[in-house]
């Protein structure tokens, strides 16, 4: 059969001495878009001429691969002929080859290849549709080293023929552009496009469609035919297999086949282990299916509570490669269903993760053939079996991985996931930080195991600790505290005071104290939980080290960075050696520690691990998870501890909008984010902003933690701070006492956060002219940062310059020229910085001893160190002004007497 084309200058008739000439069709009129690779066709043939070139061109039937070659061949300019070929079958291809046997000689497709092969021009051979899994095509290119083939097929094994070739081609088709899919469905639809938006109209319903060109093509001929644009959509979702279903308008779409249709004819030709592989595909999220999820499932050890549909599930692993007597795997037998699929284009092999994809299309099709509902059930708990319980990163990695495959139907899992396996599924969603979702599960979860085991078995009591620490990271921290009582005391007595699971209750209960500001009690029980586990696990063990974390988490916040620091290195470097660097946890001990030189004035230290994790959060639990954000909101605080405030606020904002609509706007963390931002705010002198902001997080916190909480005792230094800069004095002082004697109370007289909260009273006493009772609170200041911090430390060194301030606003400039030798490089810092606290280390037997890191939170309260209006003027002076000008009047008297008498 021969092609000609309209554009075609014939260099020399080769069809004169054959037998019959036969027209191909052309490409269909409506025929849209794809020039990039009509442009990359045209350069490929148009070099080293001379020489054999082979093009395939493959894809999923209904891509639109034959209407491409044809829009080539239409358009070809290098070519002395073109053959066209059928290649539908072995039948079809000899039959068309047929017709280029020479007249007089034998009728024979090998003497149309001999005849062709003789031929020695710039020809072209277009096999369409090399589809058939039996058919080698390559047995039918002509005998010599030259000419030109073009292949189309839904085989991606026919590639090889290209790959082999010295001059060899291979193009995927996948779907249309939008731009190209929307042209082609406003070409096909003609007048029935007279909308006013109808370029917004065609945009949404190739989208919709997925820009597959036979399914745009087959919407133009029946939105022509039937309807209007504007309405097309509305009909879709409520009827697209229907419509999917029904052939294309032949006169407008040009297209025998419907889409369904044209899979349907793939479909008739698989196995049975390939058609259930497909369906059970059609129920997971179209991308990075895994042989892993089914590897997983089968050799779990973990039985489904509903036996029929444990046995369904056994059955269907059977099928793709789980058929063996004692349950394993057969990596092979997966491989040779998932190539049958592949033969057709029905799925698709990533080669760099070798993950399959599936095109949404195809899922809906493979769909219809199967009962949903049982097979959506068989999928949830194959996906359920396939969770694994441990915590190395490749266990963290593959829950991630399968994070899509879940989301995909939440509410059916929600709703009929089997209570077996549905604390796995929470452990994936809780992983990355899907709390409310994980807890639906788990409430479930803890409601059938109570009944089937009773309420102090081990297994309910696991659920019940499960739960607890799913509120922990809500925030509701009465809640998970009443659990992890209750969970605590039945350990001690179903399994011992020193058993593993009892351990990590005293852990979990511990942190909740941590959280809940109780620092004392929650000390207590970490060091005697340390003690224990180095006892009876060892001191590398991955428990030992969350015990250690843990600790120094308390000795953090208590202000003892030095004890901290000291933990937090030992738990970093085993850490790395065990878990590896990019374990979440280890992650989280490099936060920690981060956040331990942040607070003793390394910043550049603590930069440069902050700016690690959060790039390796990034990669390993995405830009949004709970865990990310915080180290977004930890960067942000060293940052403008360092002066760079615009990048401060830009991570600030960022992490603040996404906790909001992540979670709820009174979580815990959410509220930190509004403070952190509020003191970048405050810092750059937008104190109105600030001020509203922290107004919001004060009483939040009030109303939530209590008046004497610390993080509360934070909302209100920072408030008084902006009140002070405002010039608000009087209200500045008010809070400023208040959260002194807080602090003095809940923390101890030494704390660094004490003694951060006597330098704000004492910066207000010298603005407020009470130049004697704010050297009394800096020299005390002083003298303790010095004992508890050290003489370098940025505080200690703020304290000295803020009381060589004071002296020489007293005329004691003798005692100030003292100081200012060491005040000097920070001289005009903020006297009040904002509070980077670590988390403490949440601790449970199934949610992977999940240890949280720094949040930052914010008690900027700025000091002026250096009064920015004139004291002297002619009226209404300054109080400090007054005093000052006294002590000078005086001195210049004193010392002119003095001189007179000499």
């Not at 297209?255 to 497909?278: E, G, I, M, N």
Request: with cysteine; proline share 3%.
């Amino acid at each position: 059969m021969t092609c000609a084309t309209a554009s075609q200058v014939a260099v020399k008739d080769l069809t004169q001495t054959i037998k019959k000439r036969k027209q191909c069709p052309p490409p269909v009129a409506s025929y849209t878009g794809r020039q990039d690779i009509l442009k990359k066709m045209n350069q490929f043939f148009g070099q080293y001429q001379g020489s054999r070139h082979i093009f395939v061109l493959h894809g999923l039937g209904g891509s639109g691969k034959s209407q491409l070659a044809l829009k080539f061949v239409q358009e070809a300019e290098t070519f002395s002929d073109i053959f066209f070929v059928d290649a539908t079958s072995e039948q079809t291809v000899e039959a068309d080859l047929k017709l280029l046997a020479p007249i007089g000689s034998e009728d024979s497709a090998q003497e149309g290849l001999q005849w062709l092969a003789s031929q020695q021009t710039e020809w072209l051979l277009l096999f369409d549709n090399a589809d058939d899994i039996k058919l080698d095509i390559g047995k039918f290119f002509p005998p010599c080293s030259f000419g030109n083939i073009i292949i189309t097929t839904r085989n991606p094994e026919v590639c090889m023929h290209a790959e082999l070739c010295p001059n060899g081609e291979v193009f995927r088709v996948a779907d249309l552009k939008i731009e190209d899919a929307k042209n082609l469905l406003l070409k096909l639809v003609g007048t029935k496009a007279q909308a006013p938006n109808k370029e917004e109209l065609a945009t949404a319903i190739v989208k919709e469609l997925h820009c597959f060109a036979l399914a745009v093509a087959q919407a133009g001929g029946y939105i022509y035919t039937c309807g209007k644009l504007n309405i097309y959509l509305k009909v879709y979702k409520f009827s697209r297999d229907r419509l999917l279903a029904q052939s294309g308008i032949q006169a407008q779409s040009q297209y025998a086949l419907a889409v369904y249709a044209t899979w349907d004819l793939s479909y008739k030709k698989l196995s049975s282990p390939a058609q259930t592989l497909l369906q059970i595909c059609s129920q997971l999220h179209h991308q990075n299916i895994r042989e892993e999820i089914f590897q997983r499932a089968i050799l779990s050890d973990e039985k489904l509570q509903d036996s029929n549909l444990q046995e369904a599930v056994t059955e269907l692993l059977a099928q793709i490669g789980g058929g063996n007597e004692d349950c394993q795997w057969d990596s092979l037998v997966f491989r040779e269903v998932t190539r049958e699929l592949q033969s057709y284009s029905l799925i698709e092999q990533n080669q760099l993760d070798d993950s399959y994809n599936v095109h949404p299309l195809v899922q809906h099709w493979s769909a219809l053939s199967i009962s949903k509902n049982k097979m959506k059930e068989c999928v949830l708990a194959i996906l359920g079996l396939s969770v694994p319980w441990r915590f190395e990163m490749e266990a963290y990695q593959y829950r991630y991985q399968i994070l899509n495959h879940i989301m995909q139907d939440l509410e059916l899992f929600l709703n009929s996931i089997d209570k077996a396996v549905a604390p796995r599924i929470a452990l994936v969603l809780y992983d990355q930080g899907h709390f409310h979702h994980a807890e639906q599960l788990e409430v479930a979860a803890l409601e059938s195991s109570k009944q089937l085991l009773g309420a102090e078995h081990p297994d309910t009591l696991d659920s019940m600790a499960n739960l607890a620490s799913t509120y922990w990271r809500q925030g509701r921290w009465s809640e998970a505290e009443q659990l992890q009582v209750t969970v605590l005391e039945a350990r001690k007595w179903v399994l011992g005071k020193e058993h593993p699971n009892t351990l990590d209750s005293m852990a979990d209960l511990a942190s909740t104290y941590w959280r809940q500001g109780r620092w004392s009690k929650a000390e207590q029980l970490e060091v005697a939980v340390l003690e224990t586990r180095k006892r009876v696990l060892g001191q590398d063990h991955p428990d030992t080290l969350f015990g250690m974390a843990s600790l120094a988490s308390t000795y953090h916040v208590q202000g003892r960075w030095s004890e901290a620091e000291e933990l937090e290195v030992l738990v970093l470097e085993a850490r790395k050696q065990v878990l590896g660097k990019e374990h979440p946890n280890t992650l989280d001990s490099m936060a920690n520690l981060a956040s331990t030189y942040w607070r003793q004035g390394g910043w550049s230290k603590a930069e440069q691990l902050q700016g690690a994790v959060l790039e390796a959060r990034k990669r390993v639990l995405g830009k949004e998870h709970p865990d990310t954000l915080r180290s977004m909101a930890n960067l942000a605080c060293t940052y403008r501890d360092q002066g760079r405030l615009n990048e401060a606020e830009q991570l600030e904002v960022t992490v603040l909008e996404a906790r909001k609509r992540l979670l709820e706007k009174e979580h815990p963390d959410t509220l930190t984010s509004m403070a952190s931002l509020a003191s970048t705010y405050q810092k750059q002198g937008q104190w109105s902003e600030a001020e509203q902001l922290e107004v919001t997080v004060l009483k939040a916190r009030k109303r939530l933690l209590g008046e004497e909480h610390p993080d509360t005792l934070f909302s209100m230094a920072n408030l008084a701070c902006t009140y002070r800069d405002q010039g608000r004095l009087n209200e500045a002082e008010q809070l400023e006492v208040t959260v002194l004697e807080a602090r003095k109370r809940v923390l101890g007289k030494e704390h660094p956060d004490t003694l951060r909260s006597m330098a704000n009273l004492a910066s207000t006493y010298q603005n407020q002219g009470r130049l004697n009772e704010a050297e009394e609170l800096e020299v005390a200041v002083l003298e303790a940062r010095k004992q508890v911090l050290g003489k370098e430390h940025p505080d200690t060194l703020t304290s000295m310059a803020s009381l060589a301030h004071t002296l020489e606003s007293q005329c004691c400039f003798t005692e100030a020229q003292a100081l200012r030798p060491a005040a000097k490089p920070i001289e005009g810092s903020n006297n009040c910085a904002v509070q980077n606290v670590v988390e403490p280390v949440s601790l449970s037997p199934v949610h992977g001893h999940n240890e949280s890191e720094p949040l930052v939170d914010s008690s900027s309260v700025t000091a002026h160190s250096l009064l920015s209006a004139p004291l002297f003027t002619t009226t209404n002076v300054h109080p400090l002004g007054q005093k000052i000008k006294t002590r000078v009047i005086n001195f210049v008297k004193k010392t002119l007497k003095l001189h007179k008498s000499q």
